[in-house]
């Protein structure tokens, strides 16, 4: 028993470095698995109330904030069991945080107010600081804003003598945001611009660019143009700057996982040598296949960053650079068109950047489906919609053949909404100009069927056992120049799976493609 607090603090320090390199579902279960130890030992014991604080931290990261709750509350009853002041009133605060990012402005209230009453006991002006922006911050979300002012006020007071510039600047930012709801711009075109200045000295970047776009948005609203424009292009950049830092860590921690896995098989390969070769030989295999295709969605994803989205950054680069310098030469129209084409490559940017996110929630397991009933006549519809501009561009027509009754699914509307998005956006991608896509729903073998047809190449009989997989680039290429990640069908096979439904291509090479989904009815 003696060893028992060494080997679960050895655990819970492994789970912490699984935190760092990005693995939080391994830095959870590690977390857990010392927990359920630990609380062997005691509630008097050190280990135990460190280990549940970064279970709630965990699961606040992850957005899961009843689960983070729970955990809340027993590090609560733990301080006021041992008389921790300092733990309680801390506890309170994280609590009321939890509390503030679901809305529950009340709650944030009730608790944030009982940590006021015991962080005067102790006397420390910071964390009071702290709580005051916290009040002043829910009085805002219930609309109290004479209330918010008040307590803001006195936020600043202590926080300005204590020094602490990031509390600091979230109070600016939030007077701010007080003062643009009550409509005087002006006021909070000031409190933004101390906030940020702040936000600069101390390099919040995300801060910096958040509030760029909030100045940019004022200055726009109050007329001053070129001022606003300096603020977007700031905003823009910086984000642009913190993209790319959370790229390279990304990359970093992808690398980190390669070279733990690596390690993994060879250690996995000395426990094995004593056991029969044939066994010992289909297990190394196993994990070199596992390696290999980790390694290998690794460089299709650096492909990805180095290739599809270097290509529109230096076209935005090359836009930015002639409006800069040319801007005024250029009539309204060839401004337009600039600023449309510079749209167009942001939203391309931004399409394969979602798709990475979107494939990295269902491979991680965090996708929660929340299936509902609706008309998935009206999704169709919708979609359609959406490609309005996309299909002027390159004169092609769409053919809606649906049934005139209403076609209701018991499915996740999100997700589906999704999977109709990237099929018809494939369906417009491989569709030369001026051709037709035919889009139906109907009712097959009691299950909604969606069908979309289009005029392209069609898919390769080659391409087909590919079809559905992670990164693949097919023969047939986009007919107006498109990007394509390689991704879209696969979140496609993903999503339509989750939802108890099934997809598939018709062979059709040369005529066009068919592509069918099928989910449930209500």
């Known amino acids: 028993t003696s060893w028992l607090p060494i080997i679960e603090a050895s655990r819970a320090n492994i789970a912490t470095i699984y935190l760092l390199i990005g693995q939080q579902d391994i830095a959870l279960e590690r977390y857990l698995q010392a ?233 996995e390969i000395y426990r094995l040598k004593n056991v029969e070769l044939a066994d010992a030989l289909q297990k190394v295999g196993a994990l070199n296949t596992h390696l290999s295709e980790a390694n290998s969605e690794k460089n299709e994803l650096l492909g990805i960053v180095a290739h599809d989205l270097k290509n529109p950054i230096s076209g935005l680069s090359l836009s930015l650079s002639m409006l800069n310098n040319y801007l005024s030469r250029m009539s309204q129209e060839e401004i337009s068109r600039q600023i449309s084409q510079m749209n167009k490559t942001v939203q391309r940017m931004e399409e394969i950047v979602a798709k990475l996110l979107d494939i990295n929630i269902i491979d991680s397991g965090k996708l929660v489906l929340q299936p509902i009933v609706f008309n998935i006549n009206e999704a169709v519809r919708a979609i359609v919609e959406d490609y309005g501009d996309r299909l002027r561009d390159k004169n092609i027509t769409v053919k809606l053949e649906l049934i005139e009754e209403a076609i209701s699914v018991y499915a996740d509307k999100g997700a589906t909404l999704e999977v109709l998005d990237n099929l018809i956006s494939n369906a417009v991608k491989y569709s030369p100009s001026s051709t037709e896509i035919t889009i139906s729903a109907t009712i097959v073998d009691k299950k909604a069927q969606v069908t979309i047809k289009d005029c392209g190449p069609g898919i390769d009989i080659e391409d087909f056992d590919k079809l559905f997989k992670k990164f693949v680039r097919l023969r047939a290429r986009p007919t107006g120049g498109e990007s394509s990640t390689g991704l879209g069908l696969s979140i496609v096979k993903k999503l339509v799976d989750a939802m108890n439904g099934q997809v598939w291509c018709e062979p059709h090479s040369g005529e066009g493609a068919i592509f069918a989904v099928t989910l449930p009815l209500m």
């Not at 608790?111 to 006397?123: C, D, M, N, P, S």
């Not at 702040?198 to 007329?223: F, M, N, P, R």
């Not at 700031?234 to 959370?246: A, S």
């Open 35 to 267: 927990l359920s130890v630990i609380e062997l030992l005691g509630e008097d014991h050190s280990l135990l109330i460190i280990v549940l604080g970064n279970i709630a931290n965990l699961y606040m990261s992850l957005d899961e904030y009843e689960e983070a709750l729970t955990y809340q509350e027993r590090v609560l009853a733990i301080c006021q069991k041992r008389n921790d002041a300092k733990g309680e009133a801390l506890t309170l605060v994280n609590i009321g945080w939890n509390y503030l990012q679901s809305k529950q402005f009340e709650l944030v209230l009730d608790y944030e107010f009982r940590a006021l009453q015991v962080v005067e006991q102790i006397g420390d002006k910071k964390l009071k600081g702290n709580i005051l922006l916290h009040i002043g911050l829910a009085y805002t979300g219930i609309g109290k804003y004479e209330e918010v002012l008040h307590y803001l006020q006195q936020s600043y007071e202590l926080s300005d003598k204590a020094g602490d510039k990031r509390t600091n600047a979230a109070i600016f930012k939030a007077m701010g945001d007080l003062f643009l709801i009550t409509g005087e711009k002006e006021q909070a075109n000031k409190y933004y611009k101390n906030a940020l200045m702040i936000a600069e000295e101390i390099h919040l970047q995300q801060t910096e660019y958040e509030l760029h776009e909030l100045i940019a948005h004022v200055e726009e609203d109050s007329g001053n143009v070129s001022e606003a424009l300096a603020h977007f292009r700031e905003y823009r950049r910086i984000k642009e700057e913190v993209i790319d830092e959370r790229r390279r860590q990304s990359i970093s921690e992808m690398q980190i996982r390669f070279h733990v896995e690596q390690s993994d098989k060879e250690k």
